[in-house]
């Protein structure tokens, strides 16, 4: 009777085996039908996300260089936008040789910047280059855009640190926002398969899913503040205003926090030291959430914070909230990404910002490598 009773019970562990085997690989069969039909509808060059611009290197996160593609709907702007990277992962065309003259300005920020939501030429870098050329007629004019999503300051001076020597600009104006003591959070890009399951697209999806539960615990915290920004109460309830801030605080809220602002220094430190080295000047402008400028509560202590650190330091910068304030029209296509009404709106007032910097004199001439 024992005998009978393993049987029966290897039997039924075979039988349920062999059942998981056949559900997963028709689970196998189905998922790959299914992505060989998306790929299939998807036109060639086109991509339904901006995380596809991405590429996880040694140094973090960055564009990946030399794209011409298309993100269809994007999440921000709705739009159907085309993106082109050069070879240094920098939106736009290829970087000439400097030509005799040139006054060369390099844009760092963050998606505000890089502005993946927009077309190429609606960006504030191409607005501010396009007034220039017109200001200054007599002399050639170029504006890099050294933008990328989720970049702090601190990312910023270790990109700074890779285009200087390539870009070799006369000014690095840079586009602070205020959760640039932040940083990346972007999902992880690496996961650990071992090479005999890499095949399988089953596996890939479940480890990346698995893998993505630390990333929510570590950061879902810099999200909690959206749906009291949905609520609008803070638009005329300081105190609904001051708790907004508060939740806010692994976001764009930092900027309210004292303790952040070490962060932000050091950044800035850095990029002053690539500056003496590489002979350019360093600027800021500083960049609101919309909330500063849709709330009837009045508040601009990040901006004086940022405005006193930039003095201490000796960089020039500017306050975009007033610019952006005494603006019509839609800004923002949500909390902080302009629109391109917004973008030209605050590339005026930098194109007067720079040329006040640049002046009638010639650019410096870069060291060589």
Not at 336 to 351: E, I, K, Q
Request: hydrophobic share 45%; proline share 7%; with cysteine.
């Amino acid at each position: 009777m024992a005998t009978a009773r393993v049987s029966r019970v290897l039997t039924l562990s075979a039988v349920v085996a062999l059942g998981l085997v056949l559900a997963l690989g028709v689970a196998e069969i189905g998922l790959r039908a299914v992505e060989a039909m998306s790929h299939a509808a998807r036109p060639r060059g086109v991509v339904d996300s901006p995380k596809a611009l991405n590429q996880k290197t040694a140094a973090g996160k960055r564009i990946t260089p030399n794209l011409d593609i298309v993100v269809r709907g994007h999440p921000t702007s709705g739009r159907d936008v085309r993106v082109r990277t050069n070879r240094l992962g920098l939106r736009g065309a290829e970087l000439p040789p400097r030509a005799p003259g040139e006054l060369r300005i390099l844009v760092l920020g963050d998606s505000i910047t890089f502005g993946d939501y927009v077309d190429e030429d609606e960006t504030y870098p191409a607005r501010l280059e396009a007034r220039l050329r017109a200001a200054v007629p007599g002399r050639l004019v170029r504006v890099v855009n050294g933008g990328g999503p989720n970049l702090g300051t601190r990312d910023e001076a270790a990109l700074l640190a890779e285009l200087a020597p390539a870009v070799r600009p006369d000014l690095v104006l840079v586009g602070f926002y205020l959760n640039d003591s932040v940083g990346q959070v972007g999902y992880p890009h690496v996961y650990h398969i071992p090479p005999w399951l890499r095949w399988s697209r089953l596996v890939q999806r479940a480890v990346v899913a698995w893998s993505r539960y630390p990333h929510r615990a570590r950061f879902g915290s810099r999200y909690e503040w959206v749906p009291a920004f949905l609520e609008r109460r803070w638009v005329s309830d300081r105190e609904a205003y001051d708790r907004l801030v508060a939740l806010a605080v692994a976001d764009w809220g930092a900027a309210w926090r004292e303790d952040s602002w070490p962060e932000v220094e050091e950044g800035f430190r850095r990029m002053l030291d690539l500056g003496r080295r590489w002979r350019f000047r360093v600027a800021a402008a500083a960049f609101p959430v919309s909330v500063q400028i849709e709330s009837r509560v009045a508040d601009d202590r990040p901006q004086r914070r940022f405005k006193a650190l930039a003095d201490g330091l000796g960089i020039p910068s500017l306050d975009l909230l007033p610019v952006l304030a005494s603006t019509r029209g839609r800004l923002f296509y949500d909390h902080c990404h302009l629109t391109p009404t917004g973008n030209a709106a605050v590339a005026a007032p930098l194109a007067e910002f720079v040329r006040a910097l640049a002046g009638d004199q010639a650019p410096a001439t870069p060291v060589s490598d």
